[in-house]
């Protein structure tokens, strides 16, 4: 028997593209049942090219599953993926809710996939979308060089802070369109009024800010990036500091890295690794005016890595540039990839 597959949050953001996902990639469940709040209950989506009726959240919607995926806000999450786990399901969890629970493994199947079997509360979870979209390629050159030290800036996509933040900026964007806006101090301030999910007008501007605020200063955000990278690569001492920005794109983060080594790095070597690395793709000739942006990768499956530099005054440091489409490997992607493992396991028995 193939295995049954509930996604919880099927009509959100991430879950329409998990439906796409799951109709793209190799067959491998056997039901695939939609849940989704009492609200979106009834409706009906496509997934494999069969039109599936929507179920309400409840208990009794778990039974019979296997693996449920969980694309819902944290909240949600923190309440319903124990239920999954306690009524015989593997629960895959892509909010924050338990992340940094030693009893849950954070699994990125290229880099840690063993991880996901060690999983005592019977949930595993899915990293937060910034790291994911720079993990893969930074666990590739780690397996090489040893990785001591990362220093990385964001430059995230609105649709990390979900459809409102989609919404805002195509908002914001008619708003300025045609006009002159964007040239005088406070001049988008003042014309887009309310700023959305944003703490300031996104459209042709750059806010400093994903998340909320924690002790000394930092977002949510860059502690994620930190905590996360250090749980999934197995260093809870490696040294990070992220700066996580928002930039007026609508999908796909990249991300500056300096990266630090045990070793000396050399480009080609880090060229070599990155072409082979299972996920990534090297795309890195700036003569050519070749580098990922995010509208080129948007819609793709790997991490594109490009920039790729040895730092002028170290020559245990790389420096990169690179972009990960945030809704696909940033979440639905990745949780799809682990639900494949967990589905690979049942069916080896
Ligand atoms: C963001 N990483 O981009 C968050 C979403 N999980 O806002």
């Known amino acids: 028997r193939k295995p049954t597959l509930a996604v919880v949050g099927a009509?959100?953001?991430?879950?329409?593209?998990?439906?796409?996902?799951l109709?793209?990639?190799?067959?491998?469940?056997?039901?695939?049942?939609?849940?989704?709040?009492?609200?979106?209950?009834?409706?009906?989506?496509?997934?494999?090219?069969?039109?599936?009726?929507?179920?309400?959240l409840s208990e009794e919607a778990f039974d019979g599953v296997d693996v449920a995926m969980f694309d819902v806000p944290d909240e949600v999450s923190a309440q319903w993926a124990p239920v999954a786990a306690a009524r015989g399901a593997v629960a895959v969890d892509n909010s924050g809710a338990f992340r940094m629970d030693d009893d849950v493994p954070l699994v990125v199947p290229e880099v840690n996939a063993p991880a996901a079997r060690n999983r005592p509360r019977g949930i595993i979870s899915n990293p937060n979308c910034t790291t994911l979209s720079m993990i893969v390629a930074l666990g590739a050159l780690h397996a090489e060089f040893g990785l001591k030290e990362l220093v990385v800036a964001s430059y995230q996509a609105a649709s990390g802070a979900g459809q409102p933040g989609v919404d805002t900026l195509r908002d914001q964007i008619a708003k300025v369109a045609g006009t002159e806006l964007g040239t005088a101090t406070g001049d988008l301030r003042a014309a887009v009024g309310d700023t959305g999910p944003f703490p300031a007008p996104l459209v042709l501007n750059a806010v400093p800010w994903a998340g909320s605020l924690k002790e000394?200063?930092?977002?949510?955000?860059?502690?994620?990036?930190?905590?996360e990278s250090r749980k999934i690569l197995g260093l809870p001492?490696?040294?990070?500091?992220?700066?996580?920005?928002?930039?007026?794109?609508?999908t796909t983060h990249s991300l500056a890295v300096h990266a630090v080594f045990e070793n000396e790095v050399s480009v080609e070597r880090a060229h070599g690794i990155l072409r082979e690395a299972p996920g990534v793709v090297l795309y890195d000739n700036p003569g050519a005016g070749e580098f990922p942006?995010?509208?080129?990768?948007?819609?793709t499956d790997p991490t594109w890595v490009g920039r790729v530099r040895r730092a002028v005054d170290d020559p245990l440091a790389l420096d990169l540039f690179l972009c990960g489409d945030n809704l696909r490997k940033g979440a639905a992607l990745n949780?799809?990839?682990?639900?494949?493992?967990i589905a690979a396991e049942l069916s080896a028995g």
């Open 23 to 56: 109709s793209t990639r190799e067959n491998v469940w056997g039901e695939i049942r939609l849940i989704a709040s009492p609200r979106s209950a009834g409706k009906k989506l496509v997934v494999r090219g069969e039109e599936v009726e929507v179920i309400a």
């Open 293 to 299: 942006t995010p509208n080129d990768v948007v819609g």
């Open 335 to 341: 949780t799809a990839q682990i639900a494949e493992l």
């Open 216 to 227: 000394g200063g930092w977002s949510s955000e860059e502690l994620k990036v930190r905590n």
């Open 11 to 21: 009509t959100g953001a991430v879950g329409t593209v998990m439906l796409d996902i």
């Open 237 to 250: 001492d490696l040294r990070v500091s992220a700066t996580c920005v928002r930039i007026p794109v609508i």
